[in-house]
T-cell receptor
């Protein structure tokens, strides 16, 4: 079974530039998550999709971050404009069902973003 | 915000020793999970314990849950160098359809 795919693996940009990350979840997984993990901390949920609908985006900085999951499969996360504090690893995960019901989440390798 | 708080934040042991990590949380939960993250990689699910369970085993892993104290512990027995990683607890809070991760324990197993 193929795992969660993410690209790019690394990205370096200057502040105020824009950047986009792509995620392809495990086939058949209805729920997709984007997490931000700052160095030395645990993953922080940014947004959670169930199929192509948003379940939770309470911690997504909506003035600069946006995400979509067209057709309920692949997803993109965009930052525009980027700030220095956005430097982090962005993790995508997927699960068969909704979190909160003991679902196992399967994580991709992450995209490491450095904002200069 | 992060609900779980792991303790200790860093742990260094010799190969063959046991490693114990603790997780405390603040609100009522449905389930608690433990994940491992090797350096530079994504997280891998280790084990889940439900709120009505007190102890669970999986291979060299033993997890306990005390809902009255809002705490859980992860024990890795007979540790190996390959166990070197960060370990995170993740809680399914009652009334929410999302999982909240703790800050993690960084374990180093010295060969």
């Amino acid at each position: 079974e193929a795992g969660v795919a993410q690209s790019p693996r690394y990205k370096i940009i200057e502040k105020r530039q824009s950047v986009a990350f792509w995620c392809n979840p495990i086939s058949g997984h209805a729920t997709l998550y984007w997490y931000q993990q700052i160095l030395g901390q645990g993953p922080k949920l940014l947004i959670q999709f169930q199929n192509n609908g948003v379940v939770d985006d309470s911690q997504l900085p909506k003035d600069r971050f946006s995400a979509e999951r067209l057709k309920g499969v692949d997803s993109t996360l965009k930052i525009q404009p980027a700030k220095l504090e956005d430097s982090a690893v962005y993790l995508c995960a997927s699960s068969l069902g909704l979190a909160g019901r003991g679902e196992t989440q399967y994580f991709g390798p992450g995209t490491r973003l450095l904002v200069l | 915000s992060q609900q779980g708080e792991e303790d200790p934040q860093a742990l260094s042991i010799q190969e063959g020793e046991n490693a114990t990590m603790n997780c405390s949380y603040k609100t009522s939960i449905n389930n608690l999970q433990w994940y491992r993250q090797n350096s530079g990689r994504g997280l891998v699910h280790l084990i889940l314990i439900r709120s009505n369970e007190r102890e669970k085993h999986s291979g060299r892993l033993r997890v306990t849950l005390d809902t009255s104290k809002k705490s859980s512990s992860l024990l890795i027995t007979a540790s190996r160098a390959a166990d070197t990683a960060s370990y995170f607890c993740a809680t399914d809070e009652v009334g929410y359809q999302k999982v909240t991760f703790g800050i993690g324990t960084k374990l180093q197993v010295i060969p």
